[in-house]
């Protein structure tokens, strides 16, 4: 069975420039998390939706950030415009419900701004 | 609010037996999760402690005291492999059901 998979591994933009993550969760998990990790820190959650509902964006700069799930399966989040602030690991995790005990990781995308 | 410590860094040497420590202030949450990650890797799934006590996988074993505030990750017959970022996790006991990750514990497994 595929894990998650996120696209792109790696991007590097200049500040100022759009940048879009794309995420595909295990297949049957409702349940998607966006995280930012930086460097020699924890995942941080950006975003968590149920099925395509966005339940907590709390933690989500809304100014520059955005994302969607449509139909409830894949996902996308975009910064625009990035700022050098933004560097950082974007993971991609899912869960089969909200009160699952295990999330699976995807292997990030790794955002450079300079 | 929650927030996780964790020591940064850990040494220890190949076959030996490390305790990694996680404590926590939190107003409730469901349960304590253990997640490993190497270098450029994903973050993967250990343990999950719902309840107080030792719970054992292999030569993993996890620890949860609520009472204490206070949980550990325990490798034993360290391999070199291990060495990795081990990161605490607690789920959060109210509708966001957010997941909150520790800053980790960077563990160095030498000869």
């Known amino acids: 069975e595929a894990g998650v998979v996120q696209s792109p591994r790696y991007k590097i933009i200049e500040k100022k420039q759009p940048v879009a993550f794309w995420c595909n969760p295990i297949s049957g998990h409702n349940t998607l998390y966006w995280y930012r990790q930086n460097l020699g820190q924890g995942p941080e959650l950006l975003i968590r939706?149920?099925?395509?509902?966005?339940?907590?964006d709390s933690q989500l700069p809304k100014d520059r950030f955005s994302a969607e799930r449509l139909k409830g399966v894949d996902s996308t989040l975009k910064i625009q415009p990035a700022e050098l602030g933004d560097s950082a690991v974007y993971l991609c995790a899912s869960s089969p419900g909200q009160g699952s005990t295990e999330a699976f990781f995807g292997q990030g995308t790794r955002l450079t701004v300079v | 609010g929650q927030s996780l410590e964790q020591p940064s860094e850990v040494t220890a040497v190949e076959g030996a037996i490390v305790q990694m420590n996680c404590t926590y202030q939190?107003?409730?949450?469901?349960?304590l999760s253990w997640y490993q990650q190497h270098d450029g890797g994903a973050p993967t799934f250990l343990s999950y402690n719902a309840l107080d006590g030792l719970e054992e996988t292999g030569r993993f074993s996890s620890f949860l005291s609520r009472s204490d505030s206070y949980g550990y990750l325990l490798l034993q017959e360290l391999q070199m492999k291990d060495s990795a970022s081990y990161f605490c996790?607690?789920?959060?006991?109210?509708?966001?059901?957010?997941?909150?990750f520790g800053s980790g514990t960077r563990l160095l497994v030498r000869p």
């Open positions: 939706y149920e099925n395509e509902e966005a339940v907590d």
């Open positions: 939190t107003s409730g949450f469901y349960g």
């Open positions: 996790a607690v789920r959060r006991m109210d509708s966001s059901y957010k997941l909150i």
